[in-house]
């Protein structure tokens, strides 16, 4: 973990308290798209710190549980309570980094200043925010010229230029290089030291084992398995969570 | 009546001289055909990108509405602005029948519709792939539509053309409100339209020839501005 009191641009972003967002209570949660049930009665508590690992199956509804609790989505039936509000007064917030990151057809600059003139904030932070992503020396190239793990990191310094309580990571580093995914993973945790919480779905179980405080485990729907990562990794209670981390297929 | 041949040779005459009469024609047809593509773009954008993010009741009702009035008949539309800007027409009074203005509302009703449809289809396209990250960000309507304008400038530019290429190339309407006034309302169609009927094929050949290099001229800027863009991923 980096140091917080080392980064330059600490003034810009959150200090290391925890969001009243939290706890997090989400209760029978149901998703259907006509006779598909993708969420079937998911209930789950996140406490006020650290960073949630989510992981599970292709199909097991990870990102589409990251979209109902940013309130990108509603549910077909359940409830989600962030502190007492519901997910779409609490978006504002929260931010969410894509697997494929939706960049703007403008430069790496003008991408972190569209985010901050959106909040009202001055255009000036932009530089900031690339220099914590190791972006400086592409701010004023086109955005979408960028490598995928250059894009990611720009896809999260513009998350972090939102100043959100809530992170929402869905699978950052797919298909990125050891070398991205690294990166990626520093400015996650570093962001986390800082008071942000980390909701971070993946497949990859190295990664979750880097960087879970704790880890939510789904499958067919449900939240089949939900505990600390010293008690998942070593000793994982479903049959399913045993069988993803033995590296057998889980359908 | 002239020869082909004598004609064009007539005609390369024409615009290598640089006839005042000829130049005059063709600076109106421009004023006119920039003015009305500019005031359409002010209205047919915002409409366009309004439609593209929004979901409403009836909105399918409105694509096909605005899809139809793409091919709204130029002679139709010149009738109605006359019947309009007539003396005993309700905006008689504004004294703007037979001017360039009159020309320029027409075109603006005749291609607004055309950017409107156009702008609606790539707009839609670009917001399907921004929807989630902009609703993310809770960006506002406007802000939504000032983020996608801008990122879909390069692709605008054609629907722009396509609009310009519109009134660039109509009769039918300027003739009506315009009445092809000598040194007033006399653009490169209309002229084209009398000479030939006139029997003065160079003057008509001339003002064709200038009108495919405008249009010539035109697009290839426009694919050089757009092929600048695309080597920088920003279309």
Same mark, same amino acid.
């Given at each position: 973990?980096?140091?917080?009191?080392?980064?330059?641009?600490?003034?810009?972003?959150?200090?290391?308290?925890?969001?009243?967002?939290?706890?997090?209570?989400?209760?029978?949660?149901?998703?259907?798209?006509?006779?598909?049930?993708?969420?079937?009665?998911?209930?789950?508590?996140?406490?006020?710190?650290?960073?949630?690992?989510?992981?599970?199956?292709?199909?097991?509804?990870?990102?589409?549980?990251?979209?109902?609790?940013?309130?990108?989505?509603?549910?077909?039936?359940?409830?989600?309570?962030?502190?007492?509000?519901?997910?779409?007064?609490?978006?504002?917030?929260?931010?969410?980094?894509?697997?494929?990151?939706?960049?703007?057809?403008?430069?790496?600059?003008?991408?972190?200043?569209?985010?901050?003139?959106?909040?009202?904030?001055?255009?000036?932070?932009?530089?900031?925010?690339?220099?914590?992503?190791?972006?400086?020396?592409?701010?004023?190239?086109?955005?979408?010229?960028?490598?995928? &793990?250059? %894009?990611?990191?720009? @896809?999260? *310094?513009?998350?972090?230029?939102? #100043? /959100?309580?809530?992170?929402?990571?869905?699978?950052?580093?797919?298909?990125?290089?050891?070398?991205?995914?690294?990166?990626?993973?520093?400015?996650?945790?570093?962001?986390?030291?800082?008071?942000?919480?980390?909701?971070?779905?993946?497949?990859?179980?190295?990664?979750?084992?880097?960087?879970?405080?704790?880890?939510?485990?789904?499958?067919? &729907?449900? %939240?089949?398995?939900? @505990?600390? *990562?010293?008690?998942?990794?070593? #000793? /994982?209670?479903?049959?399913?969570?045993?069988?993803?981390?033995?590296?057998?297929?889980?359908? | 009546?002239?020869?082909?041949?004598?004609?064009?040779?007539?005609?390369?005459?024409?615009?290598?001289?640089?006839?005042?009469?000829?130049?005059?024609?063709?600076?109106?047809?421009?004023?006119?055909?920039?003015?009305?593509?500019?005031?359409?773009?002010?209205?047919?954008?915002?409409?366009?990108?309004?439609?593209?993010?929004?979901?409403?009741?009836?909105?399918?009702?409105?694509?096909?509405?605005?899809?139809?009035?793409?091919?709204?008949?130029?002679?139709?539309?010149?009738?109605?602005?006359?019947?309009?800007?007539?003396?005993?027409?309700?905006?008689?009074?504004?004294?703007?029948?037979?001017?360039?203005?009159?020309?320029?509302?027409?075109?603006?009703?005749?291609?607004?519709?055309?950017?409107?449809?156009?702008?609606?289809?790539?707009?839609?396209?670009?917001?399907?792939?921004?929807?989630?990250?902009?609703?993310?960000?809770?960006?506002?309507?406007?802000?939504?539509?000032?983020?996608?304008?801008?990122?879909?400038?390069?692709?605008?530019?054609?629907?722009?053309?396509?609009?310009?290429?519109?009134?660039?190339?109509?009769?039918?309407?300027?003739?009506?409100?315009?009445?092809?006034?000598?040194?007033?309302?006399?653009?490169?169609?209309?002229?084209?339209?009398?000479?030939?009927?006139?029997?003065?094929?160079?003057?008509?050949?001339?003002?064709?020839?200038?009108?495919?290099?405008?249009?010539?001229?035109?697009?290839?800027?426009?694919?050089?501005?757009?092929?600048?863009?695309?080597?920088?991923?920003?279309?």
């Amino acid at each position: 973990m980096s140091d917080a009191a080392a980064m330059p641009f600490a003034q810009s972003v959150r200090s290391a308290v925890p969001s009243v967002l939290m706890p997090l209570r989400v209760r029978d949660l149901v998703l259907r798209f006509g006779e598909i049930t993708v969420l079937d009665h998911l209930s789950l508590d996140l406490g006020p710190r650290g960073c949630t690992m989510i992981m599970g199956p292709n199909g097991a509804g990870k990102s589409l549980l990251l979209k109902l609790l940013h309130g990108l989505m509603q549910p077909t039936a359940g409830q989600i309570d962030w502190g007492g509000q519901g997910p779409t007064d609490v978006t504002a917030r929260q931010a969410l980094v894509f697997q494929k990151p939706v960049l703007l057809r403008r430069s790496v600059r003008a991408n972190i200043e569209f985010v901050l003139k959106a909040r009202c904030k001055r255009p000036g932070e932009s530089a900031e925010f690339l220099e914590h992503v190791g972006l400086s020396h592409k701010a004023d190239q086109p955005a979408r010229l960028l490598s995928g &793990g250059e %894009a990611q990191r720009l @896809s999260l *310094a513009r998350a972090l230029a939102t #100043d /959100p309580e809530v992170l929402f990571l869905d699978e950052p580093t797919a298909s990125l290089d050891p070398a991205s995914v690294l990166a990626i993973e520093r400015i996650v945790s570093d962001a986390r030291n800082r008071g942000v919480r980390i909701i971070f779905v993946t497949h990859d179980v190295g990664q979750a084992r880097r960087m879970a405080d704790d880890v939510v485990f789904m499958h067919r &729907g449900k %939240a089949a398995e939900h @505990s600390r *990562a010293d008690d998942f990794f070593p #000793d /994982p209670q479903s049959s399913a969570a045993r069988d993803f981390l033995n590296g057998r297929i889980v359908v | 009546m002239q020869s082909i041949g004598d004609a064009l040779g007539l005609a390369v005459a024409l615009v290598l001289s640089g006839d005042p009469d000829l130049l005059e024609i063709v600076l109106l047809s421009l004023r006119v055909s920039l003015s009305a593509t500019v005031i359409a773009c002010l209205i047919g954008l915002p409409v366009g990108a309004l439609v593209a993010i929004g979901r409403f009741r009836g909105r399918n009702a409105l694509l096909v509405f605005m899809n139809a009035l793409m091919g709204l008949p130029p002679v139709v539309v010149g009738l109605l602005v006359y019947l309009h800007l007539s003396r005993s027409g309700p905006l008689g009074f504004l004294g703007l029948l037979y001017t360039p203005t009159a020309m320029i509302i027409a075109q603006v009703i005749l291609i607004a519709p055309i950017i409107a449809a156009l702008s609606r289809q790539v707009l839609e396209d670009l917001h399907t792939e921004y929807a989630d990250q902009f609703r993310s960000l809770c960006l506002s309507r406007v802000q939504t539509v000032q983020a996608l304008l801008w990122d879909a400038r390069y692709s605008l530019l054609t629907v722009g053309l396509a609009g310009f290429g519109r009134a660039v190339a109509e009769v039918g309407a300027v003739i009506i409100v315009g009445g092809n006034i000598d040194h007033l309302t006399r653009v490169m169609t209309t002229a084209i339209a009398l000479e030939t009927s006139k029997g003065e094929l160079a003057l008509a050949l001339a003002l064709g020839m200038i009108l495919l290099i405008i249009a010539l001229g035109v697009n290839a800027a426009v694919q050089s501005v757009r092929m600048t863009a695309a080597r920088q991923a920003y279309v």
